[in-house]
DNA sequence: ACCCTCACG
DNA sequence: GACGTACGTGAGGGTA
């Protein structure tokens, strides 16, 4: 019988390394998959081992998990400085499973311990059976593990390694090495070591004294130099540094060594992970046809098909009455180590109320698999004192049980709008991650999409062909409805594990298609990292002064009565000014003013340029009705409704951000919306300076300027207007002197309108109303400016053309957004699609630079020492910040270098952007 | 439920 | 020759 040979392959060191020695690979999908790609060939090399005379008899690919261990309890500073994972190496870590499953191979993490720990309880176990092992690894910490019977294979580099080479390169014996480490110390890990120590006088001490601990003692008799001085002062870390580089070798084996037996490769398998990721070499070396990649159905998807994937092909159909109602210990434990198994879980949670920052936790459901799924109720009866409550387990146990598992690095958490999930279950002390988020990757892939609501309900409808339990039909409406806690708990399971088991079977679809239809940048890079972040910011809220919004109240209710009493006056009878069908009658048929009709609807206009032109004939009504107009607006949409917005328990506003609210990418803010607060004339902004800071603290508001025009310079390619702008110059005034060769008030603002126009698309019947000249002068006008500006005439027409083939339009960071009546047969719907479709990529990229800005910000302000720094709003091209107003000045600094660099490294743009910062006691004043 | 109007970027 | 005139949102009030 010839000897077992165990390979223990390091994969979590072997994929830094690959990232940083491969070029920036990007697959079909427009993933990046050089380390991937890395990774597979190594796996390859290993595969061809097999069944050679060194070749392996078993093997293990072996990971880290989570990136607490213990050597955080023995050192808090552990690896405390290493930065984080570059952003297009991140997304590549899952697919490092995908890679190790396609070759069918065993992989191995546990939690608390290192990817070198377990490879060292493993060696030691394999060695103590009399086996030979190899470990597939550079790691010099590894090394310490050489001795007779195992060694080291550099795959990279194609070198097997034994106990010459660590002497060669450290000038000591392996079970020496711990000990030079430990005094040269390691800047990446952040073990201290002895300043000053480098791996030479380090070896020349272990070999004069033999060890460490040696070394250290000998220290006071050693000749007097800086480095016996270091030696002394530093003993203490010496020795911890000793603890942290040991590897801890006598853990609990989470699988037996028999079990890693090596059984051979299908092919299936790994085939079909080749070809989807367009590895050719490999995939031809695997003597296998060139396969169709599965994206190829896809690339052709039409701008009017339903969107939809193939069910995976053994998912059973939805059968409620195998949910489980979890109501014991056991039956718990049973489904959390389900989820462990799995490596994944779909989570959803029921409370009694919609407002996630005051809602009580009712019930949480998981799903990990086609109809396993269950309920565990933690908060249902009890409403009322004679109420009885329904046997089940008691909240802070159940939260305290499935803490670990939400916050396990290595377990996916799959939910449906994760937001409101992430806001309360934070408020238990949970922080779930990682995680997927359905109604983003729904977005992300259908946005526009007229057949994919991008809502649960719709998208079972349209994806699984299911129609869900609806919210309704559990709770009532009306003066009927109940409060969830009150659901019975078998009605309660049904609805609630429905709705974890059908995420679960979207994410599956989704999924494959993000990775398929290259929506894996925007996904990854843009809207997935964004989901807690806005769950942070709705949860912090905004302060608000209720008695100035109160006091402006009164006044605006004093100014409406008086207008009201003139308004009548000039009538000459009493009437709803609110009403436009009666104010219309009044000007049109009573005061006999000219307006005419407008609409299908037969009614009279009198909107704001219709008042505008009664007032230029002279009418004294039409000021004082806009007058009117603007008080009530903003009595009833700002000052009293912002009252009733405030909550009780913070005292804060805190508004709700759709991240599938706009077509283009952007968010948008409801309950209160305060993406629309008034700015734009001076009574308005008074409502501004009603969002305050606490005491100490000031409101920090930060801007892009003219982001879009930047990023339509950039994208259209215009050099007279990137010029402009990398000079600083004026940009409306600089449109003004191409176009108008002279520049004033009213040149500069007619270029203003014009370069707005081009963003939004342009007609000259439009661009004549706007500046009040007639159609072909603004012909005159677009004509020039295509010809000074060739580069947007080409834009324009390339992305209609594009939108028109393929059905949707993309942002730089490849969003798409799809436009199905871009081939409408009405004119004017077309046209409007068209007119979108311009808009888009540019509305649509800037929404992608600030989201990307949002994600880096939290941690950029914490690398700063800013923890106190909170970011409260967004606004488009605008984030809110409430800071202490010490903190001013270094979070400037923090929060400009972010927003203007937040593009990069995955977009290089050709025009700089511009930030404007200011700071205030309120909003209004920050501006 | 719909339209109109108007607040913001 | 008529059409209906800029992109993206959300909220409140009136009307049917």
Not at 319 to 346: C, F, K, M, P
Not at 376 to 394: K, N, S, W
Not at 414 to 439: C, F, M, S
Not at 880 to 899: K, N, T, Y
């Amino acid at each position: 019988m010839t000897q077992n040979h165990l390979y223990l392959v390091d994969g979590s060191g072997y994929i830094f390394r690959a990232y940083h020695q491969l070029p920036p690979l990007t697959n079909q999908h427009g993933q990046p998959v050089g380390a991937v790609y890395g990774y597979t060939t190594m796996l390859w090399k290993l595969a061809e081992e097999l069944g050679k005379a060194e070749g392996p008899t078993h093997l293990a690919v072996v990971l880290d998990k989570g990136s607490h261990t213990f050597r955080n309890d023995m050192y808090d500073q552990y690896k405390a400085n290493r930065p984080p994972a570059p952003e297009d190496l991140v997304p590549q870590f899952p697919m490092i499973r995908d890679a190790t499953r396609a070759f069918s191979l065993p992989c191995i993490e546990e939690a608390g311990f290192e990817a070198d720990d377990i490879i060292a309880s493993y060696t030691q176990a394999a060695v103590r059976a009399g086996w030979h092992v190899t470990i597939v690894s550079s790691d010099k910490d590894l090394m310490q593990l050489i001795q007779p019977g195992v060694d080291m294979y550099d795959t990279m580099k194609n070198e097997r390694r034994g106990a010459d080479y660590v002497v060669g390169k450290f000038g000591v014996q392996p079970e020496q090495l711990g000990d030079v480490l430990a005094l040269m110390g390691d800047s990446v890990d952040n073990v201290p070591g002895i300043p000053g120590i480098g791996p030479k006088t380090a070896a020349k001490l272990i070999t004069e004294y033999g060890s460490l601990e040696a070394a250290l003692e000998a220290a006071p008799a050693m000749k007097k130099s800086k480095m016996q001085e270091n030696l002394i002062a530093h003993a203490d870390m010496a020795r911890l540094s000793r603890r942290l580089v040991a590897l801890h070798d006598s853990m609990d084996l989470p699988e037996p060594l028999d079990d890693l037996t090596l059984k051979g490769i299908p092919k299936e398998p790994l085939q079909e992970f080749l070809s989807h990721h367009g590895f050719k070499t490999l995939l031809n070396r695997l003597g296998a046809p060139a396969a169709a990649a599965p994206a190829a159905a896809t690339a052709t998807a039409s701008a009017t098909a339903a969107p939809a994937a193939p069910a995976p092909a053994e998912e059973p159909a939805i059968d409620r009455s195998l949910y489980e109602t979890v109501v014991t210990e056991e039956a718990l434990d049973r489904w959390i180590a389900a989820a462990y198994a799995e490596g994944l879980v779909a989570v959803d949670t029921e409370t009694d109320m919609l407002d996630a920052v005051s809602c009580q936790l009712v019930g949480i459901s998981l799903a990990t698999g086609p109809n396993k799924a269950c309920y565990i109720p933690v908060g249902h009866g009890g409403t009322d004192m004679f109420a009885e409550r329904p046997e089940q387990l008691d909240k802070a146990l159940v939260i305290a049980k499935l803490k670990p598992l939400l916050e396990d690095d290595s377990i996916l958490k799959i939910g449906q709008n994760l937001k409101y999930d992430l806001t309360v279950l934070r408020r238990h002390g949970i922080e779930i991650a990682p995680y997927d988020d359905t109604i983003v990757m729904s977005f992300d892939l259908d946005a526009g999409q007229s057949l994919a609501g991008h809502g649960m309900d719709e998208a079972a409808k349209t994806h699984l062909n299911h129609t869900c339990i609806s919210f309704k039909e559990v709770v009532g409406t009306g003066k009927s409805q109940i409060s969830f806690a009150e659901v019975p708990l078998p009605r309660a399971t049904e609805y609630a594990a429905e709705d974890a088991d059908v995420t679960l079977r979207l994410w599956k679809r989704f999924k494959t298609r993000i990775a398929n239809e290259g929506a894996n940048r925007v996904y990854e890079l843009v809207d997935r990292p964004l989901v807690s972040v806005i769950a942070g910011m709705e949860h912090q809220g905004i302060k608000v002064d209720r008695e100035a919004l109160s006091r402006l109240s009164a006044e605006f209710t004093a100014g409406i009565a008086a207008l009201e009493t003139e308004i009548h006056e000039i009538a000459g009878q009493p009437f709803a000014i609110g009403s436009t069908q009666q104010l219309g009658a009044i000007l049109f048929d009573k005061l006999g003013y000219k307006g005419g009709k407008k609409g299908k609807s037969g009614a009279y206009s009198t909107d704001v340029t219709i008042l505008e032109q009664l007032k230029a004939q002279g009418a004294p009504i039409a000021d004082k009705v806009l007058e009117w107009r603007q008080l009530s607006k903003l009595k009833s949409t700002y000052t009293d409704a912002l009252q009733a917005q405030i909550n009780k328990d913070t005292g804060r506003v805190h508004t709700s951000y759709s991240l599938t609210g706009a077509q283009t990418g952007r968010l948008s803010s409801t309950d209160p919306n305060l993406q629309n607060i008034p700015i734009r004339t001076e009574v308005g902004r008074q409502i501004r300076h009603a969002f305050v800071a606490e005491q100490g603290n000031v409101i920090l508001a930060a801007d892009y300027s003219q982001i879009e025009l930047r990023l339509a310079a950039h994208m259209a390619d215009v050099p007279a207007l990137k010029d402009a702008f990398a000079n600083g110059e004026d940009i409306h005034a600089a449109t003004a002197m191409q176009l108008f060769g002279e520049v004033n008030r009213d040149t500069r603002g007619r270029a203003k309108t014009i370069n707005f126009a081009i963003l939004y698309g342009i007609s000259r019947w439009g661009l004549a109303g706007r500046l009040e000249i007639s159609a072909d002068e603004a012909q005159d006008m677009i004509s020039r400016y295509y010809e000074r500006f060739p580069g947007i005439s080409i834009y324009i027409n390339e992305t209609i053309e594009k939108a028109r083939e393929r059905g949707y339009t993309e942002t730089l960071f490849g969003r798409k957004t799809w436009f199905p009546r871009i081939k409408a047969s009405v004119q004017h719907e077309r046209q409007g699609a068209e007119r979108a479709a311009i808009n888009a990529p540019i509305q649509g990229t800037s929404a992608d630079i600030i989201k990307r800005a949002m994600a880096r910000m939290g941690p950029a302000l914490e690398a700063a020492g800013l923890p106190n720094v909170k970011m409260l709003l967004q606004v488009h091209d605008e984030l809110v910040f409430e800071l202490p107003e010490g903190d001013v000045d270094a979070a400037s600094a923090v929060i400009r270098q972010v927003m203007e660099t937040a593009a990069e490294p995955i977009v290089k743009l050709s025009v700089p952007l511009g930030v404007e910062i200011g700071t205030g006691p309120s909003w209004g004043a920050a501006h």
